[in-house]
C-alpha cells in the first residue's frame, strides 16, 4: 500500500477486492510518502481500537520514521506492535517482496515535519514512478522528463488543475505544479512518453474530477491521462 489515507478502510477493501488473502490486512507493506495528513493518518485504522493489527511494515524515511516513534498516537502503534517501523534511505532500493522492488527518492516539498519522497516500484517486467506531492517540477534536481523515460506509467501530483481554483487562498502558499503547467513542459513529448503520465491526487476543487469539465477534456486531447479508481498496472 502506498500511503495510508484518512479513507484507509477504503483502501484496504479495494486491495481484498483484487487480491484476496486470509490474513487481516494482509500488507507486504505500507509506504509513506510524508507526513502530510492525506499520507499517513490511515495508520490509525491499525491500532487496537480497529484492526488490532500485529507488526505490519511501515516503510518511513529517517524524519518520518523519528516522528512516528515520537508522537502520539503513532507511538502507541509501535510500542504494541500494531506495525513494524522500517527505515527508508534516500535513492537506496530494498526488496518489498520476491517480486517488487522500490526505490525512494527525495522530492521538494512542504517538509514541516518529514521528508517527502516518491517511489520507483519496479516489478519483473514493468516499472512505475509515483510522485503525489512535489512543489514544482522545476525545484526538483531531477527532470521529470527523464524520469518518465525510464518507466512504464508515471503517477504524478496532478492536485490542482490551475492557479486560482480556491478563491481566498494564496496558492503559493500551497505549492503544487498545476496539471496545465506540467502539461505545457511536457507537450513536446512524444504520444507514446505523455501517455505514460497519469495524474493523481486531485484536490476536491480540481475540475478535472469530473469526467465531463472541460478540463478533462483538455487532459485527454493533450496525450495525457487522468488515474482511474481501480486501475490495475501488471509489473
Known amino acids: 500500500m502506498l500511503d495510508a489515507t484518512p479513507d484507509f478502510k477504503h483502501q484496504l477493501r479495494t486491495l ?45 524515511m529517517p524524519r518520518m520514521l523519528d516522528f512516528l516513534s515520537r508522537n502520539g498516537p503513532w507511538d502507541q502503534l509501535a ?37 517527502t519522497v516518491g517511489f520507483r516500484i519496479a516489478g519483473p517486467q514493468r ?28 503517477y504524478v501530483d496532478g492536485t490542482f488543475y ?23 513542459r511536457l507537450a513536446a513529448l512524444p504520444a507514446a512518453e505523455k501517455s505514460k503520465v497519469r495524474f493523481i491526487h486531485l484536490n476536491h476543487t480540481n475540475p478535472a474530477l469530473r469526467p465531463d469539465s472541460e478540463a478533462a477534456r483538455a487532459i485527454a486531447k493533450a496525450g495525457f491521462r487522468l488515474v482511474v479508481e481501480g486501475e490495475r498496472l501488471e509489473l
Do not use: C
Open 16 to 60: 481484498d477486492e483484487i487480491a484476496p488473502v486470509s490474513a487481516s490486512p494482509g500488507l507486504a507493506g505500507i509506504l509513506l510518502t510524508h507526513g502530510h495528513i492525506g499520507h499517513y493518518t490511515g495508520l490509525m485504522h491499525l491500532g487496537r481500537e480497529v484492526i488490532g493489527a500485529r507488526e505490519v511494515p511501515v516503510y518511513a
Open 79 to 115: 510500542r504494541l506492535k500494531n506495525i513494524e517501523l522500517r527505515l527508508m534511505q534516500n535513492e537506496v532500493t530494498f526488496e518489498l517482496n520476491q517480486r517488487i522492488r522500490v526505490t525512494p527518492f527525495l522530492v521538494p516539498h512542504r517538509d514541516e515535519y518529514t521528508e
Open 127 to 154: 516499472s512505475a514512478v509515483f510522485i503525489p506531492d512535489i512543489d514544482k517540477w522545476e525545484k526538483w534536481d531531477r527532470r521529470i522528463e527523464e524520469v518518465i523515460a525510464g518507466v512504464d506509467a508515471a
Open 162 to 184: 490551475a492557479d486560482g481554483e480556491i478563491p481566498g487562498r494564496n496558492m503559493a502558499e500551497i505549492p503544487h505544479p498545476f496539471i496545465v503547467e506540467t502539461m505545457q
